[in-house]
């Protein structure tokens, strides 16, 4: 009944219309009049406690970087430089996507941002030399879901205070399966791209490869800095995201002066607004996560599902279907949030590792970002492209499908993502 009456609450207030923070919201009120402990003062305080976290400091930071990022130049110089290296090739501009979004995924952290960059920086380039619309829009928007995996990650940073689990760890245990995402576009790509007769572009020459390194160093020395100093602890994830949103202010105001002083105000307005609705969420679901606990859910979804608990690998595959089937109609912050509190007892129990299970459960909700009907980052390739959202979600697919597979891969074969997560972590 528990079960019956949250799910209720919450489906019904979306259908609706209700915006998921107050459906969040509209869930524990439901919840505690269920269970007679209805106190408007307990609502209040849960909410503001759900905020009131230092790791969440990192998200307008991150948001902060990646918006200095985009309008400071490194995005284009990161491109740039792809394009020297890979340009030349068979599909070469798809090639560029896939290296440029690894290396801003690790600048920002937001699959919108990086989404948003390479639409506007490569899609109207793809569209000059040839290459079909639909499915050069397809590769950019699976591309930009990368973002999310690869450290810095918001996405990390609301699981880990949601689930209580290390933010550097799972930061660390990102890398390698984001490269895997990485390489599943790239081989994706290779097959889609293989007969088709399109002029690429003439070869870079060395001095030009070295001019466009040389251009983007400073880019590119930005990711290093974030993971080298969260391995040896130089300073938190919290701090990693101020030394980023720093770095990326200070190379675009000083170094490439492309960034002006008058337009900062837009952009901490655009990283401000972006961090409250993701704040909001986070503390609409602490009053969710409380009446969970207080309710006992994750003890009757643990009872359901016993039968799998003696089964890790089964488990896992089903929680990931549940993941998928919920990241079609949801964002990545809401499914985080409203599963998280749900399913960590029942993987605890299992004694599948929390890290572990944090970078499969990221990968999930981040391909849940290009998912139809709703997918965000589908919307917003397609707003920043010009393309239409039919095109879109018709070029994506297979893009998706090989990063599903991907990710399933990693269920069967937890190896490839605990053993570089414990070496990068030492």
Known sequence: MTIAIFLGALLGAMALGVPIAFSLLACGAALMWHMDMFDPQILAQ?????????????????MLAGEIMNAGGLSRRIVHFAMTLVGH???????????????????????????????????????????????SAGLLSAAGIIAPIIPPSIGFVVFGVAANVS????????????????????????WLVRKEKIQPAPRASRAEILAAFKDATLALVMPLIVVVGLKFGVFTPTEAAVVAAVYALFVSTVVYQELKLRELYRLF???????????????????????????????????LLQPLLDRPTLLM??????????????????????????????????GIDPVYFGVLFMIN??????????????????????????????????????????????????????????????
């Open 317 to 350: 595959i089903a929680i990931m279907v549940l993941t998928m089937v919920v990241g079609t109609a949801m964002d990545m912050t809401p499914t985080i949030l409203i599963l998280t509190p749900v399913l960590m007892p029942l993987v605890k129990a299992a």
């Open 46 to 62: 849960n909410t503001i406690e759900g905020a009131n976290s230092f790791p969440l400091l990192a998200v307008p930071f991150f």
């Open 269 to 303: 307005e655009a990283a401000a607004k972006t961090s409250a609705i993701i704040m909001f969420l986070v503390a609409a679901a602490m009053v969710s996560a409380w009446m969970i606990t207080v309710a006992n859910l994750p003890g009757e979804v643990v009872s």
């Open 365 to 426: 909700n981040a391909i849940g970002l290009i998912t139809p009907p709703v997918g965000t980052v589908l919307s917003t390739v397609a707003g920043v492209g010009k393309v239409s959202m039919d095109d879109v979600t018709r070029g994506v697919w297979p893009f998706m499908v090989a990063q599903f597979a991907m990710m399933f891969l990693m269920v069967f074969f937890p190896q490839l993502v605990t053993v570089p997560a414990r070496w990068f972590h030492g």
């Open 89 to 135: 090739v068979r599909g070469g501009l798809g090639y560029v996507g896939i290296m440029a979004a690894v290396i801003m995924a690790a600048l920002s952290g937001s699959a919108v941002a990086d989404a948003a960059a390479l639409a506007a920086l490569l899609l109207p380039m793809m569209n000059r030399a040839g290459y079909d619309t639909a499915r």
């Open 167 to 190: 933010i550097s760890k799972l930061f660390m245990a990102g890398i390698v399966p984001g490269l895997l995402l990485g390489l599943a576009l790239w081989v994706t790509w290779w």
